[in-house]
């Protein structure tokens, strides 16, 4: 493995960060939130929470809006209205299922 140093690094892994973003958010805006959080146990609003806490660590307070706006780059209600359908029975059974496991939910904050 080439030797990286630190800022270096940081850069890499917010490209990496920057192309999951994108590719969720313009690639596959119709993957749902649900089936994320089904299958990997995060999902977007995980992803502007996580967002939302490394700025809190780094002295920047924002609320859980203002973070989700940072990563849909619009308010998350208008993305919603957008993007988002309604989960049937059978997803948010298993959704159900895994936060009452506590499965990668993370309580789900």
Not at 3 to 22: C, G, N, Q, S
Not at 62 to 85: C, V
Request: proline share 3%.
């Amino acid at each position: 493995m080439p030797e990286i140093d630190d800022k270096t690094m940081v850069e890499i892994e917010a490209a990496a960060f920057r192309t999951l973003r994108d590719h969720l958010m313009n690639k596959r805006p119709d993957v749902q939130n649900i089936d994320m959080m089904n299958l990997a146990g995060f999902c977007r609003n995980c992803l502007s929470r996580w967002v939302q806490e490394a700025a809190a660590e780094r002295g920047i307070e924002m609320t859980k809006d203002e973070a989700r706006e940072l990563y849909y780059g619009m308010p998350y209600d208008d993305w919603k209205a957008q993007n988002q359908t309604e989960a049937d029975a059978a997803k948010q059974e298993a959704f159900a299922k895994a936060f009452a496991e506590n499965v990668g939910t993370e309580g789900q904050k």
